[in-house]
């Protein structure tokens, strides 16, 4: 009899050592479990960082775009100023382009030659003062002060241009204006029959591009 109570006590305690050793291993792996979350909270600034690392990102394309607009800048700088297209627009008679000539003749003649190249400064000069260009006319007046690029040849001319008032320098641009719709292929000589025969065209058209 007391064997028989004494058989079913040690599974009593040995279910209490069971259940520690399952809590251990419970907790062990809650544990393990938890260890990986841990990185988690790291993983989260990853993509902060990644954020942030986007406008590094959007900046580079920016900053290449700036270089590559500092590099085609100048190009298209020299593009537009180059002295041959200059001269080209010159010799087809724009006034503005004969000035840019005239005053890159004037810059030379401080280098070199400068008898040379203030004649042919004021040559360039005196062609845009006759189509009404007021900053030719003000280059002619300082060239007539100071002397330079004056010849005998020119310097009757240069101080008609000089002493030409406002008004007559815009009844002489609106007269060559007129001039060059009666020759539109800006023939050097011009038969006056020709001209007369422009006349009727250039009012038709003048005619039809006012309403009433």
């Known amino acids: 009899p007391p064997a028989s109570p004494s058989g079913p006590q040690p599974p009593p305690s040995l279910q209490p050592q069971a259940r520690s050793r399952l809590n251990a291993t419970a907790s062990l792996e809650q544990d393990k479990s938890e260890a ?8 989260g600034p990853g993509p902060d960082v990644g954020d942030t690392a986007a406008p590094a990102m959007a900046r580079a394309p920016s900053a290449r775009s700036r ?88 310097e009757q001319e240069v101080k008609q241009l000089s002493s030409e008032t406002d008004l007559e320098r815009a009844v002489r641009k609106a007269a060559l204006v007129m001039y060059w719709k009666l020759n539109p292929k800006k023939k050097k000589q011009v038969a006056v029959s020709e001209l007369l025969e422009n006349v009727g065209q250039v009012n038709e058209h003048d005619g039809g591009a006012q309403p009433g």
């Open 36 to 43: 990986p979350r841990a990185p988690g909270p790291q993983v």
């Open 67 to 154: 270089e590559r607009a500092d590099r085609t800048g100048p190009v298209r700088g020299d593009v537009e100023v180059s002295f041959e297209e200059v001269l080209e627009k010159a010799k087809a008679g724009d006034p503005k382009a004969q000035t840019e000539v005239g005053k890159h003749y004037l810059q030379l003649a401080g280098d070199a030659d400068e008898e040379l190249n203030n004649c042919t400064a004021v040559g360039w000069l005196i062609l845009a003062a006759k189509q009404g260009r007021r900053e030719a006319v003000k280059l002619l007046r300082r060239c007539l002060a100071d002397r330079k690029g004056i010849t005998s040849e020119n």
